[in-house]
């Protein structure tokens, strides 16, 4: 792989919990899981139950070439659908793994009890100390930037306001947005690499006018990843508002993707019960709108 590959796989794009079967070939069952790509990093965003698989092909290559796996591993939150698959993760399990895990605190608890907690007994049968890799878990703010030089080395993490430039030049960087347009808030990532930039945006909801700080934090993306889990329909029932439960209609990602001036669109998060053909019919109506919009699905991959 070239060392100035930047792009992303999606091997979970369900929110709520998992959705498999015939009416979810074609999009997909698993909860979020995003595989980025960028020059000689891997960078992992949530741990849905899609972060299985990931680690059975990253396990797999590891066997044919011997390299250890090292990754950085990115919370956006700490719900169950971002976080079910993180016990199951094979590569946490090899002692010769390195896993830089980064989220938000979850008030008053800090990433670590968090997802030690998780895997307590008698809900799962080892714990996270006892997965064998060497992780290194902190929690991030939204003052703060990651940023990766050589994968041989652990990530920096500077105060963009008062550290950026001790941290550049920087072959990676990572900036956190905290929304709190979801309960309990959520971290938004843009990683940027050269010229080119992504945001993933999951778990957010529209306010009046656009939600205009994302969009702010969203300029100029090549590629913007937006929560769509409601059509607007849904999202206004009057016997079922889904208002304030924390998720954005896809006409709210296409209001930020405009305000933003994002060069492609991809809707995620997609609601378990919304089957194959129902999600088909969405995108087709986005498209119309604005036409640089894809319907995120398993084992797609896009380069930024």
Not at 57 to 72: E, R
Request: glycine share 8%.
């Amino acid at each position: 792989m070239s060392q100035q590959t930047f792009s992303v796989t999606f091997w979970g794009v369900r929110g709520g919990y998992p959705k498999p079967g015939p009416t979810a070939n074609k999009f997909g069952g698993n909860t979020t899981c995003l595989e980025v790509r960028a020059g000689r990093h891997l960078i992992i965003i949530d741990a849905g139950t899609g972060i299985i698989s990931l680690g059975e092909q990253l396990v797999a290559q590891h066997q044919v070439d011997g390299k250890p796996i090292i990754a950085t591993l990115l919370f956006t939150h700490m719900h169950h659908d971002h976080t079910q698959g993180f016990p199951f993760f094979a590569p946490a399990r090899l002692g010769s793994s390195v896993l830089y895990i980064f989220g938000p605190k979850a008030f008053p608890d800090d990433l670590e009890y968090v997802l030690a907690r998780a895997m307590l007994p008698p809900v799962f049968p080892i714990s996270l100390d006892e997965l064998k890799s060497m992780k290194i878990i902190r929690n991030i703010f939204d003052n703060q930037m990651i940023v990766l030089t050589d994968p041989g080395e652990p990530p920096q993490v500077c105060n963009v306001y008062r550290d950026a430039e001790e941290c550049d030049p920087a072959e990676v960087r990572v900036l956190t947005m905290r929304s709190y347009a979801h309960p309990q808030g959520v971290l938004v990532y843009r990683i940027e690499m050269g010229h080119k930039t992504m945001v993933f945006a999951t778990d957010v909801e529209g306010y009046a006018g656009g939600d205009r700080q994302l969009a702010q934090f969203a300029r100029g993306a090549d590629l913007l990843i937006h929560d769509a889990e409601y059509t607007p329909e849904e999202y206004l029932d009057k016997k079922s508002s889904r208002q304030g439960w924390g998720h954005s209609t896809w006409k709210m990602a296409i209001e930020v993707a405009r305000e933003a001036g994002a060069r492609r669109l991809i809707l995620t998060h997609h609601n378990a019960h919304h089957d194959d053909a129902f999600l088909e019919d969405v995108e087709r109506q986005a498209q119309a709108i604005f036409p640089a919009t894809i319907m995120a699905r398993e084992g797609l991959t896009l380069e930024v």
